[in-house]
């Protein structure tokens, strides 16, 4: 395991180096989103007779904005899935072959990396939520969340792990890359709160992995989760881990036999 945390340390030194790249993921991944939510929500609920729509006011739409965004921000596998994508297509992958390096590990350990500046910003960014009473503070969502995070991020990474070995076959994924964005954008709640959505699309999407890349750990961090509703999405996430990491286990075993030492 020393070896992976090495990976992390390594990854982690390379991506704030860049500081200047960090303001602008910064502002681009997370204040614009904000200010367009705020923008978006306030709008919509001082034009409703009574300020709500769908059961929340202004307050708790935003408050919900601001951590879907964030959470959001933590599964984004865009670099890491471009990163496998051309470690495939350029022969790298020859060179974890020949290690005691598992290469779905070592990968993972760059995507950690990567979302460790984000995930430091949503900590004080919780801290403070609860210092001013935007969130109700509570030891245990806090606990609960984390865990949920964590688990949305091993379910988002084996889902661009998958996508991204299509590279032995492919010469370029990006738009299957695409495709995915724009399908997670809409099913984990960045557009709108999935409880937004019909009921028979929400009884439908509870037994999907999407909603809770980001909607449910959203809701458990602002608190508007029972215990009971914790406890069956972790029941499912942890189920659709599972099943994507044996998947993604199948599948590579699968692509090797169609490597070629020059590339995919």
């Known amino acids: ?3 992976y945390l090495f990976v992390y340390r390594t990854s982690l030194r390379r991506f704030i180096e860049y500081r200047g790249e960090l303001v602008i993921d910064a502002v681009g991944k997370v204040l614009i989103p904000i200010s367009v939510q705020y923008l978006l929500w306030r709008a919509i609920t001082s034009s409703a007779a009574d300020g709500k729509i769908a059961g929340y006011d202004f307050p708790s739409l935003f408050q919900y904005s601001v951590f879907s965004i964030l959470i959001f921000n933590l599964i984004n596998t865009d670099f890491v899935e471009r990163e496998i994508a ?4 350029e022969g790298d992958l020859n060179k974890f072959l020949s290690k005691p390096v598992d290469f779905a ?12 500046p984000v995930m430091s910003a949503g900590v004080i960014v919780y801290a403070l939520s609860a210092l001013f009473g935007a969130v109700a503070a509570s030891f245990v969502n806090f ?4 865990l949920m995070i964590v688990a949305a991020m091993i379910v988002a990474f084996h889902l661009a792990f998958l996508i991204a070995l299509l590279a032995f076959w492919m010469d370029e994924i990006w738009t299957l890359t695409t495709m995915k964005n724009l399908t997670l954008w809409f099913l984990t709640g960045q557009l709108i709160p999935l409880d937004m959505f019909p009921n028979s699309a929400q009884r439908i999407l509870k037994f999907l992995p999407f ?4 909607f449910f750990p959203a809701k458990i961090f602002t608190g508007s989760l029972a215990v009971g509703e914790i406890l069956f999405g972790f029941v499912v996430v942890c189920s659709w881990a599972m099943l994507l990491y044996l998947s993604a286990r199948l599948f590579w075993n699968y692509a090797l036999h169609k490597y070629g030492a020059f590339g995919g």
Not at 105 to 116: H, I, K, N, S
Not at 143 to 146: K, L, T
């Open 211 to 214: 909603g809770y890349l980001s």
């Open 1 to 3: 395991m020393r070896k």
């Open 86 to 89: 051309r470690s495939i297509r």
């Open 105 to 116: 590990l070592y990968y993972f350990m760059v995507f950690v990396a990567d979302c460790t």
């Open 143 to 146: 606990i609960f969340g984390a």
